[in-house]
């Protein structure tokens, strides 16, 4: 469904993804894990237009997406949910969703079909719904991160990027987003692509996952084969060596 | 006392045109983060596209407005086209200046085109004063009030109640999300330069039959309406038409109570205190948010 091929990122003179090739096949969830810095971020920041390719090819569907402006590659069907979740802060929670909507409206999509949308977002996120005119900056962290997740929901896409989505969030939260990640895929089929620092957590959820060090893939593999790899326990899932030894 | 009940009212109507005109350079302020300083040449496009187009052509009044309004609109969406787009990379100052130039280059056209005369426009209907207490107001500042009003209210409605505005507050607020959205941004920066050159205009055609209009009547008129929307703390909200109706007011209760000759230094004095005192504006909270 989406492939990257040989993709090269800069950001003025640094060179953040060198060569970066991966793959998602449909209805899969894949996990992108990696240090601060190792250019997780840039992946889908380079997927979704906002810091364009310099190099190399992105397929989504077997067509050429690299060179479109965010606004396109949304149309293609690609949602991202930026880190730190970047929800528009002075306008209230339902026009935030609405605005995930936004290329519906303009392509003139039934009404009611959004409407419908909109109530999915607010049963998955009940608490959305009970601050649905307030404005998403009152929002805790959580609840706006849920925005955020839903707002890309709305735009109704094949392919979802998360960019850490459990980032500050109590345990709890990070357990129901999870959850409703999980979700996605059953309910809409959605292939997802997913940032963390939680490294245990993503691998568990992830069928796949590919390990990212200074803007190079080092790893790709099954979650269960990379949750049993031994430098990736002792790198990203914090195993002490010790404790390696001893099993 | 009876002068300043005279004066306020005069000076309501004129407050609304610096309002009208001062959310046109909000509008853009917040969707590009630079200050058009070309705003004040679409309101003088505005006059004398009137005027050309009702004396020098012969249409009917209402028809004239209309194809002025959309005469002085296509001029936006030119500049934007021409000369901001090409620039997208560039820095906001860099941009600030070439609205300067866009300026300068609107108002000597319209000068090459229309000279130098001062050209009169018809009020909409008639100059018979009405007598309001023991001051009296002309029926054209009536139609300022109105159509300034009705202004206001369509863009409370269009920021607030339809899609595309939404996306213009969502793409002011932050551009990067907007366009994770779909929302396309140059598209958003075309329509901010569409909205405000209709509205200058809109005002300039409202003015017209009681001060004249020329090539020149931009550069004060742009000014005041900049000076209101720093008032209003560049907000495309109420704070800026309150920010229009002081600067209005004060300007012609001092024009009437101290002298004319004062005027325009009273809007500038404003503009300056506001500018060292409050530069968030008037009405403008620090900023505070939630993360």
Request: glycine share 10%.
């Amino acid at each position: 469904m989406l492939r990257l091929k040989n993709v090269n990122t800069f950001y003025g003179k640094v060179h953040a993804l060198k060569n970066v090739s991966l793959h998602l096949e449909k209805g899969e969830i894949v996990t992108l894990i990696g240090a601060n810095g190792a250019g997780k971020t840039t992946i889908l920041n380079t997927i979704s237009g906002v810091t364009p390719a310099a190099a190399g090819e992105i397929l989504f569907e077997r067509e050429l997406v690299q060179a479109l402006s965010p606004d396109r590659i949304v149309r293609t069907g690609i949602a991202q949910v930026p880190e730190g979740r970047q929800v528009f802060k002075p306008l209230s929670v339902e026009d935030n969703l609405e605005l995930g909507a936004y290329l519906r409206y303009r392509q003139r999509e039934a009404k009611s079909r959004i409407q419908q949308d909109k109530q999915e977002v607010f049963s998955l996120f009940p608490r959305l719904e009970e601050r649905r005119k307030q404005s998403a900056g009152t929002l805790s962290g959580g609840e706006q991160q849920m925005l955020a997740i839903g707002r890309a929901m709305m735009t109704r896409p094949k392919l979802m990027l998360l960019d850490e989505p459990s980032m500050g969030l109590a345990p709890l939260v990070v357990q129901e987003i999870f959850r409703v990640i999980d979700n996605l895929r059953k309910q809409h089929g959605t292939t997802i692509l997913l940032v963390e620092q939680n490294a245990k957590a993503a691998l568990n959820l992830a069928d796949r996952g590919y390990v990212l060090e200074t803007g190079k893939v080092i790893l790709e593999g099954l979650s269960s084969n990379l949750l049993e790899n031994k430098d990736v326990q002792r790198a990203y899932l914090g195993r002490e060596k010790k404790e390696l030894w001893e099993r | 006392m009876e002068q300043i009940l005279q004066y306020s009212l005069s000076g309501i109507a004129t407050g609304a045109i610096y309002a009208l005109i001062g959310i046109g350079f909000s509008i853009i302020y917040n969707a590009t983060g630079i200050i058009n300083f070309a705003q004040g040449e679409f309101v003088m496009l505005g006059g004398i596209l009137t005027f050309f187009f009702l004396d020098i052509l012969q249409f009917p009044l209402w028809g004239a407005i209309i194809l002025a309004v959309t005469g002085a609109t296509l001029c936006g969406l030119l500049f934007e086209r021409l000369a901001i787009r090409p620039l997208a990379k560039a820095t906001p100052i860099n941009l600030v200046i070439v609205t300067i130039g866009g300026s300068i280059l609107i108002r000597g056209l319209a000068m090459l085109i229309w000279g130098k005369d001062t050209h009169s426009v018809p009020s909409f209907s008639g100059d018979n004063p009405i007598a309001i207490g023991s001051a009296t107001l002309l029926p054209q500042h009536l139609w300022i009030m109105g159509i300034t009003l009705a202004v206001i209210c369509l863009n409370k409605y269009f920021f607030y109640h339809t899609i595309n505005g939404k996306a213009m507050r969502a793409c002011a607020y932050n551009p990067r999300a907007a366009g994770l959205v779909g929302i396309d941004v140059k598209r958003m920066v075309l329509l901010s330069f569409v909205i405000s050159s209709a509205m200058g205009s809109l005002a300039g055609i409202i003015i017209a039959p009681l001060t004249m209009t020329a090539y020149d009547v931009g550069v004060m008129l742009g000014l005041k309406g900049f000076c209101a929307a720093i008032i209003g703390g560049m907000s495309t909200g109420m704070s800026v038409v309150v920010g229009g109706l002081l600067l209005g007011v004060l300007e012609s209760l001092g024009a009437g109570l101290i002298s004319s000759g004062y005027k325009d230094a009273i809007a500038f004095i404003i503009l300056l205190l506001i500018l060292f005192i409050r530069p968030q504006g008037l009405f403008g909270k620090a900023e505070t948010e939630r993360v």
